[in-house]
């Protein structure tokens, strides 16, 4: 059997296993896909048994007198057997005239289905079916074949009696739907036609329990609608079986056009135009069949089409709210800061050693002598991170946002409903986690890029030390300023770093280093600083974090209710598409 096909079948069996009210569609397409599978067990059997018994297999809906077809062919009283427990809901088949030996390759189509006795059919257990060799009697219409009778296909609950509808229709060479002249308009004979049809094999309609008077109006209504309903098919053969009263037997006259056609029907079945009938079936079902995997695949490229949208805004936010936004964007004013303590003035430098051991920063974490000191001066509380508070306010607008588009997908992509609904499910249970990954990530890369603060800073010292006069201007306007006071707030929390511009004790020093001839390799390294700190942002946390988190949700959704099968991933068949 065709891998993907396969594929297909057990996902489709999960999915109505999973729930008590599947879609139409699915109960549709699970139909299907059981067919083509018994059909091709019963294709396999055709090759390695080419001369098993024919086969003719009774389908119709309820009280439509499928027992009393079975015992009239048979000419035995198969209905009494078949009225055992389980009756309604397993198949049957009758070997007429014929011996056990003859039975056993048969049950090859029928697998994983269980043959039991009559007396250990039961009516929870589905997976299982009768088959017994009978004697006929002397008016049986069937001298050598194995009759199957099947479950009313009009009161199956979801998909668990179509198994065994399904396995009749592929097993056998020919078939008789059995209608009464109340049932013949029902849709679930026609959909039953529409799935015999295609199987290429001869049927008969079986009008049964027709009244004299009614007999040329249904019989002409029934024809007129099978070619409009089907007009590329053949006409099938139709047959009318009068109502008795009583249960009286039907007459020689009144079952000569049975018998005409079940005679015809074992002359002219070909068991070799069934390959080519599935392999038709197949091709023109198959878009249906993935249509659901397609939807689902098409929800997801959406999802990711949006999510890499809001990732890239929200990196425009950030840069255009901190990055590039000269009062706002604390990295190199801390990289003059880090400045100051390399300028080693003497009497200090041990303290802000100490303030460098103590405290890690970025993140100012509030201990440590150096805060206590500025916090019991100044009676100020710590300033808040600007970077932080600008990434954690663009992480919840894009996952607000991101949520908004999972609920308008499901009302403007209603065949995507069940994927947006189950990933609307998991934005909300994941919400929390995502955000406290996300802000620990932030902690950490800026923990991270301390390093390559110091490192702007020492370059800057590296090119003051080639320009003694200007160093120790530096110098001196830091001690005259009281600069070490400002660094030491800065890094130890007690002022912000986008302060330091502005703090009357350093404008002497950043005046000089404008002002100077290193002025513009101050910009150079600056614009340098914040090239990498964007593009770590945007690699690490945005992309890194936020996105990998948002991309991935749907790996981890609830996919009970999907198909969920990438549709590149199946071998379609050959002759499609």
Not at 155 to 160: V, Y
Not at 265 to 270: D, F, G, K, T, W
Not at 525 to 530: I, T
Not at 536 to 561: C, E, K, Y
Request: hydrophobic residues 40%; glycine residues 4%; proline residues 5%.
């Amino acid at each position: 059997m065709n891998q993907a096909i396969k594929t297909l079948l057990v996902r489709y069996e999960q999915l109505l296993n999973a729930t008590d009210s599947p879609e139409p569609d699915w109960v549709n397409h699970y139909n299907d896909l059981r067919l083509v599978d018994a059909c091709q067990d019963k294709i396999l059997l055709n090759s390695t048994q080419p001369d098993h018994p024919f086969q003719l297999g009774i389908v119709g809906p309820t009280q439509a007198g499928k027992s009393t077809l079975v015992n009239v062919l048979t000419d035995y009283d198969a209905a009494g057997v078949s009225a055992r427990a389980g009756y309604t809901v397993h198949a049957q088949g009758f070997g007429v005239n014929l011996e056990e030996h003859q039975l056993q390759p048969i049950a090859s189509v029928l697998e994983p289905m269980v043959r039991v006795s009559p007396e250990a059919l039961r009516r929870e257990t589905l997976n299982t079916y009768l088959l017994e060799p009978i004697q006929a009697g002397n008016a049986a219409l069937i001298e050598q074949a194995v009759v199957w009778d099947s479950p009313d296909f009009d009161s199956i609950e979801a998909h668990g009696y179509r198994g065994a509808v399904l396995d009749t229709l592929a097993l056998s060479d020919a078939l008789i739907l059995v209608v009464s002249k109340d049932k013949y308009g029902d849709r679930s004979v026609w959909d039953m036609l529409r799935l015999m049809l295609p199987l290429d094999k001869p049927i008969t309609v079986l009008i049964n329990k027709l009244n004299e008077h009614d007999k040329s109006t249904v019989l002409t209504s029934f024809e007129q609608r099978f070619n409009e309903t089907f007009p590329n098919e053949s006409p099938v053969s139709l047959v009318a079986l009068p109502y008795t009263e009583n249960q009286r037997p039907f007459t020689p006259t009144e079952l000569q056009r049975l018998a005409e056609a079940v005679q015809h029907s074992e002359h002219q079945h070909e068991r070799h135009r069934l390959q080519p009938a599935v392999t038709r079936f197949i091709d023109q079902h198959w878009d249906r069949w993935i249509k659901p995997a397609i939807h689902e695949q098409s929800a997801e490229q959406l999802w990711q089409a949006s999510v890499n949208k809001a990732i890239d805004n929200a990196f425009e936010q950030y840069q255009l709210r901190y990055l590039n936004d000269e009062s706002r964007n604390d990295t190199f004013n801390r990289a003059l800061a880090e400045l100051l303590t390399l300028l080693e003035i003497p009497g200090i430098a041990a303290t802000l050693q100490k303030t460098r051991e103590v405290v890690t920063w970025p993140v100012r974490t509030l201990f440590g002598f150096g805060v206590n000191a500025i916090r019991a001066k100044t009676q100020q509380a710590p300033p808040a991170d600007i970077e932080q508070d600008v990434l954690n306010s663009l992480r919840a607008h894009v996952i607000t946002e991101l949520q908004g588009v999972a609920l308008d997908a499901q009302q403007e992509y209603p065949e995507q409903n069940r994927w947006w609904q189950a990933l609307s499910q998991e934005l909300r249970n994941n919400r929390d986690a995502i955000s406290e990954e996300f802000e620990g990530s932030t902690l950490a890369y800026q923990q991270a890029f301390e390093p390559r603060i110091e490192e702007a800073a020492a370059k800057l010292y590296q090119q003051l030390e080639k320009q003694p006069a200007l160093l120790n201007s530096l110098r001196a306007a830091r001690v005259t300023g009281d600069a070490a006071a400002v660094a030491l707030a800065v890094k130890s929390g007690g002022l912000a770093a986008t302060d330091l511009l502005v703090a009357p004790a350093m404008l002497s020093v950043t005046t000089l280093l404008t002002e100077s001839a290193l002025g513009r390799y101050m910009n150079s390294v600056k614009a340098e600083l914040k090239r990498e700190q964007g593009a770590v942002v945007h690699s690490d946390i945005f992309q890194g974090v936020l996105g990998a988190a948002l991309l991935s949700a749907p790996n981890t959704m609830d996919r009970s209710q999907l198909l969920g099968i990438d549709p590149a991933s199946l071998d379609v068949p050959a002759s499609s598409h």
